[in-house]
């Protein structure tokens, strides 16, 4: 499977998630000392941390949560993926990620950086 092809599988079952307004599910797709950094709000480091800035973000416009993976690439066990990102009219931009394979074979992400575009 590509990379590309990987990470979007996951980033849909995230997006489920958000979409089914459930902040733990979100944070279950990071590590446990993943860092989320974005124009939204402070940083949110460790899992719980993202869990709560989760719990922050979805509402109602959390039906329209899209996430495309459009470049993606994978050394050995770490990844990574640029990816853009919209939920309803106002909120537009990408994100880059870092992600670790996990012993199982799973993906979880470590370091996310959300960017807004106009």
């Avoid at 853009?84 to 990408?94: I, K, L, P, V, W």
């Avoid at 394979?101 to 106009?118: A, F, M, V, Y």
Wanted: proline residues 3%; contains cysteine.
């Amino acid at each position: 499977m590509t990379a590309i092809l990987e990470f979007q599988k996951l980033f849909d079952g995230y997006v489920a998630c958000y979409r089914s307004n459930d902040p733990a599910g979100c944070a279950s797709f990071f590590s446990d000392n993943a860092e989320i950094f974005s124009p939204y709000g402070p940083a949110a480091k460790g899992r719980k941390a993202i869990e709560a800035t989760h719990a922050e973000w979805i509402d109602e416009g959390a039906e329209t949560k899209a996430i495309e993976v459009v470049q993606a690439d994978i050394n050995g066990h770490i990844g990574w993926c640029l990816a853009r990102f919209s939920e309803g009219a106002a909120d537009h931009g990408t994100s880059l990620n870092v992600l670790y394979e996990q012993p199982d074979g799973s993906w979880l992400i470590t370091h996310c950086s959300l960017n807004e575009t106009g």
